[in-house]
């Protein structure tokens, strides 16, 4: 009997303009949601996975312009290349919506309509500024200090013209309350920057309608006006599912959605006015609104003006999709930004796929083969660490679960190659090689073997869900088929026949030269810069009046390397935050006096170094277990970032 038997579940990306090709910040959303409904699906829920093309706008007619094309034709080649993308990443959808599709035309239509007879939208007159890029509205004040977009920073234009708006105040409250006082946002955090900057300034009225231009959704009873492309975009969660249309019949079936997935530039308008709009159509609201950072580069929001380097098909014809987004969806947490690099990449390819999972496979099917020439014989006998290693791996799924349900992928990656490495470090304890060398261990060696092949199907069969091409190539290797690769399964050991037939078979993840590779990547974007500038030796003296120390005395200071996994303010300390670290061996809570400098969007997903053996203090009611390491830098504290080593490491 499957856990979720048939519970619905529904699923949905943004759906991105296709004004430009996708890039790898287009990835890690749909590759994040692609590898929930695929977890959802084994475990035996009935999904909904959406994603799709939002067509219209001014952008997109003036890009059209600049081409020579229609708009039509412009959107119809993009959309062909972000459906070659996802079908190249494994995205499995089961729908993808064009809001150029007659049906949702249709339904936005008559949204509009009925909102309109009920009273929320009126017409009026907009003055004010517009951000043609993101297709905002914007009032004097909520202009940056350079009087441009708060959103991209770009110039905006004066608008003025007849338009229809949309009255958001009658949902004040239940919006402030929603945001603040249920788990309908996350992280939790952003509620309160959300409320202050648009609920406590006064909900104003959104201009829903354009009239300078052609390409969006006429409004049937004045069709002088397009619809405003926010209110298009946002309905496609619902007419997608057959909300006002014939198209489809499952809007009673999937709707309200589970999980919303966006980035933060677009969480204003998931969070407050997507909400909105449900509230005046009397629909019930979606469960959860995931927020991820952005994909840096170079510090900056990746978009799609930068170089081929960051091609997600250049990257996955060289990697290999799995790989791809195996790297991007162990980078990013919820809430934080993470930059990209290849270097980055490349080395968490090496360090977690080839070394980690990729050495485990090999070694243990290479073992099975030389030593009972691959198949293990059916006396087995168990021994010392085999309890350890079968209680971690038979937890883990219930672990992930938790982890997939509140959208925190990275983590749920973690807890499996933590597993990972205790069944490596169960080939050290055990030294197979050594029992190997004498008959009389031959039962024990079969059943170390087995717990290894065990241990793999399990992490390997959770896995499947976030790199479905590579997994299956694992079960080959060691024998696991049928009922043994199921969920159902993941909880259970012992279920790979006694007598399993291993297949030594190629290298799933081979490593990559890393100087090698990044000269080639170099090369494809005409960028011949070193890949790392030269490391320079500066030989200071101590300053005066600080005393010398012995090495003794530094050995004394365990520094480690954790990555913050979360942040929030402490309520009774304006100075404060609380930071939770995943130290390599579990999670500590560190408190740091660090708030004026740092929001948590900065810090989550990023490395610090931890002194870790400082003795636990409370400070203003948290305990604080160990302390983050910082530099005075003028008038300004900076925290030390780390790249690219894994959390754990010990700094010497
Ligand atoms: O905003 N890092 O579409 P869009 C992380 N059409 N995620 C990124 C990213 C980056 N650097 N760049 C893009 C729109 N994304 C609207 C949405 S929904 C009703 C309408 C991802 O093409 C992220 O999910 O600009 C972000 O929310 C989305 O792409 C925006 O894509």
Redesign the pocket.
């Known amino acids: 009997m499957q856990k979720h038997n048939g519970e619905k579940y529904y699923i949905t990306?943004?759906?991105?303009?296709p004004s430009g090709n996708p890039?790898i910040?287009?990835c890690?959303?749909t590759t994040a949601c692609d590898s929930i409904a695929r977890y959802k699906r084994m475990q035996g829920c009935d999904v909904m996975f959406l994603t799709g093309t939002?067509e219209h706008g001014q952008k997109i007619e003036q890009k059209a312009a600049e081409s020579g094309v229609t708009p039509k034709q412009y959107v119809d080649e993009k959309v062909d290349v972000f459906k070659k993308l996802w079908s190249f990443m494994n995205i499995s959808y089961d729908r993808y919506i064009r809001t150029t599709d007659d049906y949702h035309i249709e339904s936005v239509q008559k949204i509009f309509k009925a909102l309109y007879d009920k009273g929320y939208i009126y017409k009026g007159e907009y003055k004010g500024k517009y951000c043609t890029p993101c297709e905002s509205f914007w009032t004097e004040s909520q202009l940056d200090e350079k009087g441009c977009c708060p959103e991209c920073h770009r110039p905006v234009t004066e608008a003025k013209e007849e338009a229809y708006f949309f009255k958001m105040s009658p949902f004040a409250d239940r919006i402030e309350k929603l945001l603040l006082e249920t788990d309908y946002l996350r992280p939790k955090y952003r509620a309160q920057e959300l409320v202050n900057n648009f609920i406590k300034t006064g909900l104003e009225d959104l201009c829903v309608s354009r009239t300078s231009f052609k390409w969006g959704i006429p409004v049937t009873f004045d069709t002088d006006h397009v619809v405003y492309v926010?209110i298009d975009?946002?309905s496609?969660?619902i007419t997608a599912l057959g909300y006002d249309n014939g198209h489809y019949d499952d809007f009673s079936k999937f709707w309200p959605a589970d999980v919303h997935?966006?980035?933060k530039?677009?969480m204003r308008?998931?969070a407050i006015i997507w909400p909105a709009m449900l509230m005046a159509l009397d629909l019930p609201l979606p469960k959860h609104l995931a927020v991820?950072?952005?994909?840096?580069f170079n510090g900056e929001?990746?978009?799609k003006s930068l170089g081929n380097v960051v091609d997600p098909f250049i990257l996955g014809e060289r990697y290999g999709a799995d790989a791809i987004r195996y790297h991007i969806m162990r980078e990013m947490a919820l809430g934080g930004d993470v930059s990209f690099s290849n270097e980055i990449m490349i080395n968490r390819i090496n360090t977690d796929l080839a070394n980690d999972l990729g050495n485990l496979v090999s070694r243990t099917v290479a073992m099975a083969e030389k030593y009972f020439d691959s198949t293990l014989p059916e006396e087995k006998q168990s021994g010392e660490f085999d309890d350890e290693l079968i209680a971690e791996a038979t937890a883990l799924s219930e672990k992930v679960d938790k982890l997939v349900d509140e959208t925190q992928l990275n983590l749920a990656l973690a807890e499996i190659f933590r597993v990972v490495s205790r069944a490596n470090k169960y080939i050290d304890e055990t030294k197979p090689w050594v029992l190997a060398k004498d008959e009389a261990n031959r039962s024990r060696l079969a059943a170390v073997l087995y717990n290894l092949l065990e241990t793999i199907r399990i992490v390997s069969v959770l896995l499947s869900a976030f790199m479905p091409t590579d997994m299956p190539k694992i079960w080959k290797q060691i024998g696991a088929e049928g009922d043994s690769v199921l969920y159902d399964n993941t909880d259970k050991f012992g279920v790979l026949p006694q007598n399993v037939t291993v297949h030594k078979g190629e290298i799933i993840f081979p490593r990559i030269d890393v100087n090698k590779e990044i000269e080639e990547l170099n090369k494809i974007i005409g960028n011949n810069k070193p890949a790392q500038a030269d490391k320079k030796e500066s030989k200071k003296e101590a300053p005066e009046n600080v005393a010398l120390i012995g090495i003794e005395d530094f050995a004394k200071v365990e520094l480690r390397v954790a990555k913050i996994t979360a942040c929030e303010p402490i309520k009774k300390a304006k100075k404060l935050l609380k930071l939770t670290l995943d130290d390599g061996d579990g999670e500590r809570t560190v408190a740091s006096g660090i708030a004026k400098y740092y929001t948590p969007d900065d810090l989550i997903g990023k490395s610090v170094i931890l002194v870790s053996n400082l003795k636990p203090a409370v400070l203003c009611g948290v305990e604080s277990n160990g302390m983050i390491l910082a530099a005075d830098d003028g008038d300004s504290v900076k925290v030390i970032f780390v790249d690219n080593i894994t959390p754990g490491s010990r700094i010497r």
């Open positions: 990306t943004p759906i991105y303009y890039h910040g287009h890690y959303t939002d926010w975009a946002l496609n969660y997935m966006v980035a530039d677009i308008f998931h991820h950072g952005w994909i840096t929001k990746m978009s």
